[in-house]
């Protein structure tokens, strides 16, 4: 997994716009979220906003690369320390599981809906390098280990982050009492790391 981060260097003003931005867009999601909402939220004016970000799409993509990066800092120090296959797999889960910022579909849905095909690669591109990449990385080394076998790094790798995507904590809406066992039976904090590394790697059939 490398090592460089490649990501601009923001100053104190762009990393306080870049952080606003940030939250209002995970808050609210793109469509929803103006440049009059991040330019009053980050106590700053639009000529300084743009004097930073070119646009609103510009300033979507450059949020969603930065959270990518972090995760991908994240998952190498979960997994600096790991001796095998299964327990980098189960640090990653960790980190996929239960970092805020981890679950990455939403930012890839409203990119699809709202951003310009030139842009949209340029976050394909991060989602790739950030976080496909080092499963591939983990899912290589456990083919050359023995400890994988049958498909390909780059097939495991896709298995792994569609498991976890299925499982990603999300914020519980309000439960009325008399629905509470159903949102139970259909809740996904019941899974831990462990158990659904063990399920990627054995599946459920008896061994």
Known sequence: MQDVIDEPAYGPTAARILT???RL??????????I?????????????LYYHFTDKEE???LVAIHMLAAMHAMMRRAIADQPDTRGRLVALAQVLLHEPNSDTRMMRHQAREHLSPERQRRLAEAFKRYMVDPLRDVMQQGLDSGEL????????????????????RQTAPPVEPEHSDV????????FSADTLVDLFLYGAAAR
């Open 183 to 190: 949102y139970r039976a259909i809740s996904t904090d019941r």
């Open 59 to 61: 300033l979507f993509v």
């Open 149 to 168: 076998a049958g498909h390909s790094a780059d097939d495991l790798a896709m298995l792994f982050l569609g498991l976890m995507e299925g499982f990603q």
């Open 25 to 34: 867009f995970m808050q609210r999601g793109y469509s929803a979220v103006s």
């Open 20 to 22: 606003t931005a940030t």
């Open 36 to 48: 009059n909402d991040i330019v009053q939220a980050a106590d700053v004016t639009k000529p300084t």
